[in-house]
């Protein structure tokens, strides 16, 4: 799965800083057994909106697959206080600001709003943590709000849904398929 992050990443002649996760999409088909190769591909770009799919290859059939749509040429706003939710679920996660830097680093994304001294959590790293929570091999997340680092974040299962929270807030909705 890093891997596939990496490919994401650093994909040459595409450049996202300053551009927000709005929804992914993780498949895994079969299980990394060898080296996977991969590819992406551009869906949709415009002004707002870019949609991109990652394709990880072992021997060349499709083992996973990403799809991220990003919102373009937005500005990060700091947390305001929206509508407080009361039920927050239970404690999940914390990401530090110290893991949120190394996940950076590891899979090369180097937007700015994650390597600041308030810093967005990825919306990639919050897909491996469910990713890994939920042992699932297909998920869609859908971002509502930015997880700023060393803010707690609680989860409540609604079936096949975990809705995250962070500071009362609603940050994210995943589907487990």
Not at 135 to 158: A, S
Request: aromatic letters at 12%; charged letters at 25%.
């Amino acid at each position: 799965m890093i891997d596939l992050f990496r490919a994401f990443a650093t994909k040459e002649d595409f450049f996202y800083d300053g551009a927000f996760i709005a929804k992914v999409k993780y498949q895994r088909f079969q299980s990394k057994l060898d080296k996977e190769t991969y590819k992406n591909e551009v869906v949709k770009s415009n002004g707002r909106l870019c949609i991109i799919n990652c394709n990880g290859y072992v021997n060349n059939e499709i083992a996973e697959t990403l799809t991220v749509y990003l919102m373009m040429n937005v500005t990060v706003k700091e947390s305001v206080q929206t509508k407080t939710i009361k039920d927050n679920g239970t404690l999940w996660r914390n990401f530090s600001k110290e893991e949120i830097a190394d996940f950076s680093h590891l899979t090369g994304d180097t937007n700015s709003i994650h390597l600041t001294e308030n810093p967005v959590v990825q919306g990639l790293f919050i897909l491996k943590e469910l990713c890994d929570t939920t042992q699932t091999n297909e998920i869609e997340v859908k971002y509502i709000h930015p997880v700023y680092g060393c803010n707690p974040v609680c989860v409540k299962y609604e079936g096949n849904l975990i809705k995250g929270f962070s500071n009362g807030i609603l940050c994210f909705q995943a589907t487990l398929f």
